[in-house]
């Protein structure tokens, strides 16, 4: 079992940047490969960026590439997204997830663990 706790969420105005951070427990962290998912309302959680859990390989969806980066510290049992140039489009609730098997999955379902999501709204 892993357990996923995310912080850094907040309100920010367009162009402004935040960092979020997923802390995991539980299972031996650098096991596991990390992403980050969102989740507008009314609209289905996507995928937005995934580590491999050597910290190699890195995936990005289309509409955050060049803006958001995602690293771990795997000594932290820590996961980052740090995001600048925010748009008002980025708003929604920000997840972290975690599984064994597929390092860059942008589907859901693949994914173990989950964190309670974390609230960010950029303003216009």
Avoid: H
Wanted: glycine share 10%.
């Amino acid at each position: 079992q892993v357990q996923l706790v995310e912080s850094g969420g907040g309100l920010v105005q367009a162009g402004g940047s935040l960092r979020l951070s997923c802390a995991a427990s539980g299972r031996t962290f650098s096991n596991y490969n990390m992403a980050w998912f969102r989740q507008a309302p009314g609209k289905e959680r996507e995928f937005v960026a995934a580590r491999k859990w050597n910290g190699g390989t890195t995936y990005y969806a289309d509409s955050v590439k060049g803006r958001f980066t995602i690293s771990r510290d795997n000594a932290k049992n820590t996961v980052y997204l740090q995001m600048n140039s925010l748009k008002p489009e980025d708003t929604a609730v920000y997840y972290c997830a975690a599984n064994r098997v597929y390092s860059g999955s942008f589907n859901p379902s693949n994914y173990d663990y989950w964190g309670q999501g974390t609230q960010v709204t950029v303003s216009s």
